[in-house]
């Protein structure tokens, strides 16, 4: 056993017992590496990479490879989940040498960590022009022992070219309507009118994008900004993207039509998307939005909830199949022959054809990802519901996925939000309850006692890893969704002492923010990213939660903030929309206000619903009744009941609209 015995990542736990003698990312690792003269091989991957998986088996559980890599190098095995901010740096480096990225990262370092050779993944043996991994590590072996000069001129150059992208904030003032519009036409020139969605093969789920899309419609009325939105979402719904018998969607779809998945289920994904079909049925009253929203909330509390009441990262795309080797997809596809095995021919053929399988197969090995037909014929609801619950059923006796069991903070705060805001909007208030427990956790376990928010958590344990500012950024997010829905002042305020760390520790001179804290490890280069990955950003995440927490509570500072974060919106929505989505989104809230609602009158109650309901972009809603009521959410201080009767306000701008008692004339304020 190595290193990595004891650490709380799953991802490290799988290569405890390689024969590599793998390090955990940390300054032993690279003082060994000096006292010993020999380069370091940083190896990035993560718990539900199919490719990381194959190369671990191919080459790092290979006695051979092992020997000749544990003699000539340091190895250091990192889990991009619990350090973004490694995985970001030498990413950043991977890309710009390369031309391309992914997992399996495979970077070679000097002892002083600058990377010097780059790559991704390695076969075993030479294959389609790439290098076997053992020819790799004897190419790097050899021009570290007799070209040394070379490789330091090559590390040196590197790291100057990685210092100087530092983006002071990335444009002049906020995005206004100008730059939102250039962005929207953008999206429009990028879109697949047949399939939905936006650019070719792969295709990933745009959440952010069509967050941007609901909210820019709702602004403006723009029917084109639904229609990508609401087209886009159907077909993800109805393709083999999601989970047609379990809920749920899989990373994104190996081609443009949205048929056959990457099977791997991570809880970013169904956050985000759980909102967006929520904030769609909000908007249009789809029943379709309304079931998918439901099932994805269902599929994150029944699958991926931990002990502890957090949310678990991921489920794996490989399982065993029948013949007891892991492949990927095995949990989820069918035969024609399978389907008929537990349905009967009746019932099989029926469910064949409802679901696209068919005997060539959409996957491999003749198996069918299941998806919905894009005809609209009438179907027996009753009898699909049969068949999905017998089907369902079955397999469930199938060898699960494996499960990455930690808690990463970023991505519970979104769904937090998503949980809370389904559960209010759809009557589900054990949704809400869930929501409230995971926030309970990330402030007992991950806050501690510490006054820093850890970024991971397993088990109940906290992590050695801090919080970088997608962390907090959606962390706040999701105690401001959560102070909204229940009312509890406290989640308010537990926002409010992350996004003052966000001020302290994450903000340079000119308004730009970093990744990482001021007082965080030194690396070569301080991460800095304002453009959305597989979730929102942390520039943009914390911009957003900036907004709204000034919104609550009148606070100039980070009303500052955020639209100093916003800046880089400007400059790069209208060229690359897609990329900053999230940052678009929240532009279209600065745009509107936000409006704030100020409900004096019951949490729950029919004006508290109305206004949670609304669809003005970004606004923030204070419910609660009583004289503690003002203490709780500033909004509502001198807030009185009018006529004695539940009363909503509704400012933006500083300017209040006449107080109303009237739920249809409060859903009309707020674009109901």
């Known amino acids: 056993m190595n290193r990595l015995a004891g650490v709380t990542s799953p991802y490290l736990?799988?290569?405890a017992e390689n024969p590599v003698d793998w390090w955990p990312w940390g300054a032993d690792a690279f003082e060994e590496a000096r006292r010993r003269d020999v380069p370091v091989l940083l190896s990035v991957g993560y718990s539900a990479c199919h490719w990381c998986h194959v190369m671990a088996h191919e080459s790092f559980e290979d006695e051979t490879v092992a020997a000749y890599l544990n003699e000539r190098f340091v190895a250091v095995k990192v889990d991009r989940e619990e350090r973004p901010d490694v995985d970001a740096v030498y990413m950043e480096a991977v890309q710009a040498a390369t031309g391309h990225g992914g997992w399996p990262m495979t970077v070679f370092l000097t002892p002083d960590a600058e990377p010097f050779y780059f790559g991704t993944y390695f076969p075993p043996e030479p294959r389609h022009g790439s290098p076997s991994f053992r020819q790799v590590l004897e190419g790097v072996s050899a021009a570290w022992?007799?070209?040394?000069?070379?490789?330091?001129?090559?590390?040196?150059?590197?790291?100057a070219d990685l210092a100087g992208r530092s983006l002071a904030h990335g444009g002049d003032g906020v995005p206004g309507e100008a730059e939102v519009a250039q962005a929207l036409l953008g999206l429009t020139r990028e879109y697949d009118e047949r399939h939905g969605g936006f650019g070719g093969a792969p295709k990933f789920p745009p959440s952010m994008a069509v967050e941007f899309l609901l909210r820019h419609y709702a602004r403006t009325g723009a029917e084109g900004a639904l229609q990508m939105a609401a087209d886009t979402c159907s077909a993800m719904a109805r393709g083999g993207l999601y989970d047609q018998l379990g809920g749920g969607f899989a990373r994104y779809s190996v081609d443009r039509e949205w048929v056959v998945p990457h099977f791997e289920k991570m809880l970013y994904d169904n956050a985000l998307l759980c909102r967006v079909y929520a904030h769609l049925w909000r908007t249009t009253g789809s029943a379709e939005a309304r079931r998918i929203a439901l099932e994805t909330a269902d599929f994150m509390v029944r699958e991926l909830r931990t002990t502890e009441g957090g949310f678990a990262s991921a489920l794996d795309a490989d399982s065993e199949d029948a013949q007891g080797k892991h492949?990927?997809?095995?949990?989820?596809?069918?035969?024609?022959?399978?389907?008929?095995?537990?349905?009967?021919?009746?019932?099989?053929?029926?469910?064949?054809?409802?679901?696209?399988?068919?005997?060539e197969g959409t996957f491999e090995e003749g198996a069918s990802v299941l998806q919905l037909s894009g005809e609209a014929r009438p179907v027996d609801a009753g009898r699909v519901a049969d068949v999905?619950?017998?089907?369902?059923a079955a397999r469930e006796e199938r060898p699960r996925p494996g499960r990455d069991d930690k808690v990463v903070a970023a991505w519970n705060g979104l769904a937090i939000a998503a949980l809370a805001e389904t559960g209010a909007y759809f009557d589900r208030p054990d949704l809400v309850e869930r929501a409230t427990e995971a926030a309970d956790l990330l402030v007992r376990v991950h806050l501690g006692e510490v006054a820093r928010l850890t970024r991971t958590s397993k088990d109940g344990r906290a992590g050695d890893n801090a919080g970088v500012l997608e962390d907090y950024g959606d962390v706040a997010e999701g105690f401001l969704a959560l102070a909204a829905v229940t009312g509890e002042g406290a989640w308010l305020e537990f926002a409010g002492f992350l996004l003052d760390v966000v001020l302290e520790q994450f903000t340079g001179d000119g308004g730009q923010l970093y990744d990482t804290a001021h007082e965080a490890e030194k690396?070569?280069?301080?991460p800095q990213d304002p453009t959305d990955s597989a979730t929102p950003a942390g520039w943009t995440a914390a911009a957003g939660a900036l907004l709204s927490y000034a919104a609550y509570t009148g606070s100039e500072a980070h009303r500052t903030a955020a639209e100093g974060a916003l800046g880089v919106v400007k400059a790069l929505g209208p060229r690359a929309p897609r990329f900053i989505g999230w940052g678009l989104a929240v532009?279209?809230?600065?745009?509107?206000?936000?409006?704030?609602?100020?409900?004096?009158g019951p949490v729950g109650g029919e004006l508290h619903r109305t206004a949670l309901l609304g669809r003005a972009p970004g606004?923030?809603?204070a419910a609660g009744e009583g004289p503690g009521a003002g203490a709780e959410f500033p909004l509502l201080v001198d807030r009185p009941l009018v006529g004695g009767e539940?009363?909503?306000?509704v400012c933006r701008h500083f300017v209040c609209d006449a107080p109303t008692t009237d739920a249809a004339e409060l859903a009309v304020k707020l674009g109901g």
């Open 13 to 15: 736990l799988q290569h």
């Open 145 to 159: 022992t007799d070209r040394r000069e070379e490789v330091a001129e090559v590390a040196g150059r590197i790291v």
């Open 327 to 359: 492949v990927e997809g095995a949990f989820y596809v069918w035969t024609p022959a399978q389907l008929r095995a537990v349905l009967g021919e009746e019932d099989g053929a029926f469910a064949a054809a409802y679901f696209g399988v068919t005997e």
């Open 388 to 392: 999905r619950a017998r089907l369902l």
């Open 523 to 526: 690396l070569i280069r301080r």
């Open 587 to 600: 532009a279209e809230a600065l745009l509107d206000g936000p409006r704030e609602v100020a409900v004096a």
């Open 619 to 621: 606004a923030v809603v």
């Open 646 to 649: 539940p009363t909503a306000y």
